[in-house]
């Protein structure tokens, strides 16, 4: 079973930094890696993308973190991660991964399969 595990989130000042990190385990069953993102929620919010990168590394961010956040990733580790620097209050939430893959498991394909991980918590005080 494909497992996604956030870390890095925590409690930050205002215009402080932190780096989340989203590891998958459970890899073998996974044929390509389609995309990787990150989505958050913030409290009494619909969950919103942030950031993703594809398979051509081609990124895309919401507006209102463009030039402050970061999306990488690291192929051969199966990894993602989010820099986010200039932090503001508004981006408090929590923070989830998310990867698209082409998986085999037990002889089934499923393509572009959608996985979450379970979200890492960023709060970001005045």
């Known amino acids: 079973q494909v497992q996604l595990v956030e870390s890095g989130g925590g409690l930050v000042q205002a215009g402080g930094s932190l780096r989340l990190s989203c590891a998958a385990s459970?890899?073998?069953?996974?044929?390509?890696?389609?995309?990787m993102g990150w989505h958050r929620q913030a409290p009494g919010q619909q969950r919103e993308l942030v950031a993703s990168?594809?398979?051509?590394?081609?990124?895309n961010y919401a507006d209102g973190v463009k030039g402050r956040f970061t999306i990488s990733r690291d192929t051969a580790k199966n990894m993602v991660y989010l820099q986010m620097n200039s932090l503001k209050p508004e981006d408090t939430a929590v923070y989830y991964c998310?990867?698209?893959?082409?998986?085999?498991?037990?002889?089934?394909?499923?393509?572009?399969?959608?996985?979450w991980g379970q979200g890492t918590l960023v709060t970001v005080s005045s």
């Open positions: 998310n990867v698209a893959v082409d998986h085999l498991s037990d002889s089934v394909f499923t393509r572009n399969l959608e996985l």
């Open positions: 459970g890899t073998g069953s996974i044929l390509s890696i389609n995309s």
């Open positions: 990168i594809t398979n051509g590394a081609d990124t």
